[in-house]
């Protein structure tokens, strides 16, 4: 495995610690993180979504992946970019993700 | 970076907060009320005791919760920012006022030296409101079926006040010859029906399936429903006036009952398509209402049907069971329904936006006691059980203990609000690092 790949495992990791507070699931296994992108450097690229474009939790949730990474990483620089294509839909939630909401 | 996210047009706290308080102050209030005339609940329903509990539940506690909600929910309903914060914060301390005003006025019974006065203020706070969400939609990105049911909501509060006015203003200066009870009814049904149902129609079409989370719902049945209840309170009310036919009258309800009914589909759709199986305590009010909702449906229905009733004691009381059933079985439960879920996360972002992902933040549920919730939820239950049949015995003691009930509710749900407000996120942080390092030692 690169020391690239590794970085971004270990975001991934990471990232399951950051949760969505109303459905109380991270965002890992619901399906929002699209892309982790390291560039072997500093700079890291989270592509994301969110559940709805309404979601009133939208910075708190960006704000939560920044803090997360930047706890272990702190020199990094953290950008989340938001997308909503394809927009979310629960068929993106993972099989661990349906059985904690128990669907 | 992130972008276009509806949390950057959210306005500041310090515009929002306010409302929640008054709300639940109002709501205790209420309660009070609601134990001291007990026993108004049996003479006319508009005796001036329950005209002033009527007005302390609609506005003192329910407008002041959908003041609040609106002005936080205008940027994801119509993607813009509210038209003016000031204006919301000058309209909070102006309303607070005149619903005090107006109250008090009712539970006086003073009709034509001050009834004018206060009716005029209200009249004033509640044009303030509607100005500022009308202007918020002109600017709104977002002017969906889901705005229509705000805008058009707004439209009858306004339609509501005029002749709320018209008739105050009566009591003194007599420029027509009215019956007042009967502007009672128009009042009544532009006012429950045109804004609250409206409005309470209009966000739960955006909050119920983001809290349910579910998708790709079916928008038709919401037209079918905006359109059947515009054109059937519209048709009432001009009815009411220009032609009060009983037959006249039952078309238009059937018009409204017809748009309950696709609104009712709508939610549940969503309902049937929810990923959350199962629901807190905020959803289980939520849920409920909406089957509540059944019941001054079919009371309304049997208000018109029942041949030559009124004025009779029986339809007196079918008509305050009515009312009833729309105040508490709907409109209340939704409320206490809806503050355990919006109240949570407005404090949360509040004092945990910042601090999440560096520390261990609790859950926006977690705020409150869910105990205590839950138990409010079987007390209000049980309050909506008991009052029915008190009424229908005329059974004056089993009201009081139904009120008594209420007051304990009120309290349970004022110890939560305060709670949420009074949360300390410093000591919360402190209290969790410290049993993180004791479980980690």
Redesign the interface.
Known sequence: MTAIRKVENDIYELLKT??D????LDIINLGLVYNILYDGDKDVRIEMTL??????????I???????I??KYPDFNV????TFDPPW??SM?SEEGRKK??? | ????????N?PDISTVKPHFLFAAIGFLVLGILMVVSASGFFQAYYNHRLLAITHTAVLGWLMMLIFGSLY?LIP??FDTALYSERLAKFTFWFTAASIIFLVYTFWIGDYVRLLPYAATFMYLSLFFFVFNIMMSYKNARIKNIKASFILSAVFWLLMAETEGLLTALNFKFNFYNAIHVAHLHTHAIMGLVGFFVMMIFGVGT?LIP??L?S??LNEKLLNKSFYLLNTGIAGLVLSKYLYPNRFVILVFWSIIIAGVIYYLLYINDSYKKR????LDVGMKYTMLSLVFLGLPVLLSLILILLPKSNGSRYAEIIMLLYGLSMIFGFFTTIALGQTYKTLP?II??EK???????YHTP??RELYSEKVAGVQFYLYMLFLLFTPIALILQNQNLMLIATVLFLIVSVLYNYNVWKMFFHDSEQYINKREKEILKDHN
């Not at chain 1, 507070?21 to 109380?24: F, K, N, S």
């Not at chain 1, 960006?62 to 997360?68: G, I, L, Q």
């Not at chain 1, 950008?79 to 938001?82: G, I, K, Q, S």
């Open positions: 950051v949760m507070p109303e459905i109380e559940s709805t474009p309404a979601c009133p939790l939208g910075d708190a960006t704000d939560n992946v920044k803090n997360t930047n706890k950008d989340v970019d938001l839909d629960a939630i909401l128990g669907m | 970076m992130a972008k276009n996210l509806h949390t950057d959210a936080q994801v309903i955006t983001m809290f989370i998708h790709r990923m959350k199986k199962t996360f949360w972002l945990y936006q910042k601090l999440v992902g560096k859950l926006p």
